[in-house]
């Protein structure tokens, strides 16, 4: 068996798994179809670590029902990973730790997107990748730490204001966190000479906004009380 498909196995049991045991696979315990795809590492099996023992059974048992346009594919795969710098791959690497460290309902979350990404067509991710790679670390953070029910918010968001949310300050955020849903309509119904002048306001004449819009809300509370009174 050619050091490729060994080392392609070894990338695709990497890929699959989502949770390892501590222990390893003894050589017998594998399948007779698993040491006849693994037979280059029979004579080194025992030199394993347990973790690489995992990875090889798991790749032969993927690839194992793979069609050939999948084998390649995979192969592929692997061939893009060796191309990567150092940088890239350690970026991989404490991702996939990342990954393993997860609770499994959020493990499974990150697998059901992973799987919705590669059924977009090829230029729909191409656009996303490009999205991605213009993001800061700290927006990339931020992606990474929303709830589902925020990144569903965030999909059905026009490009506008997927654009206004990039380039928002973490205070502009936060005090977005924590208005009520009104506060969010009134702000969506801004028209951008307003949303400027209310970037450019200070905290002061933001509460002075809030006082005056709240004493106008209490006069017309006032007033339609009256109105009954005098019907």
């Known amino acids: 068996m050619s050091w490729i ?3 392609t196995l070894l990338f695709v049991g990497l890929l699959a798994s989502a949770a390892w045991a501590n222990e390893g696979v003894d050589w017998n315990a594998l399948s007779s179809d698993q ?17 690489q023992q995992r990875n ?7 690839y194992l029902g ?21 940088e890239q791959r350690d970026r991989i690497r404490r991702r996939f730790q990342e990954y393993k460290s997860l609770p499994p309902e959020q493990q499974d979350q990150v697998r059901r997107n992973f799987q919705r990404f590669r059924n977009l067509p090829p230029e729909e991710r191409q656009r996303l990748r490009r ?9 990339r953070q931020r992606m990474r730490s929303m709830t589902p029910e925020q990144r569903e918010r965030l999909r ?4 506008e204001q ?19 849903p009104e506060q969010r309509q009134r702000l969506r119904d801004m028209t951008p000479e307003q949303r400027e002048r209310l970037r450019n306001m200070t905290p002061e004449q933001r509460q002075q906004m809030r006082q005056n819009r709240q ?15 005098s019907q």
Not at 67 to 86: C, K, S
Not at 220 to 229: C, H, K, L, T, V
């Open 5 to 7: 498909r060994l080392t």
């Open 35 to 51: 040491q006849r795809v693994l037979s280059g590492a029979r004579d080194r099996w025992s030199t394993l670590e347990p973790e």
């Open 56 to 62: 090889l059974a798991q790749g032969a048992e993927r």
């Open 66 to 86: 793979m069609d050939e346009a999948q084998r390649a594919e995979a192969q592929g795969r692997f061939q893009r990973w060796r191309n990567l710098e150092p």
């Open 131 to 139: 999205n991605w790679e213009q993001l800061s670390p700290e927006q």
């Open 156 to 159: 059905n968001m026009a490009p």
């Open 162 to 180: 997927r654009e206004r949310l990039r380039n928002m300050t973490p205070e502009q955020r936060e005090r977005l966190r924590n208005m009520t």
């Open 215 to 229: 004493n106008r809300q209490g006069s017309g509370r006032a007033q339609s009380q009256r109105q009954n009174r």
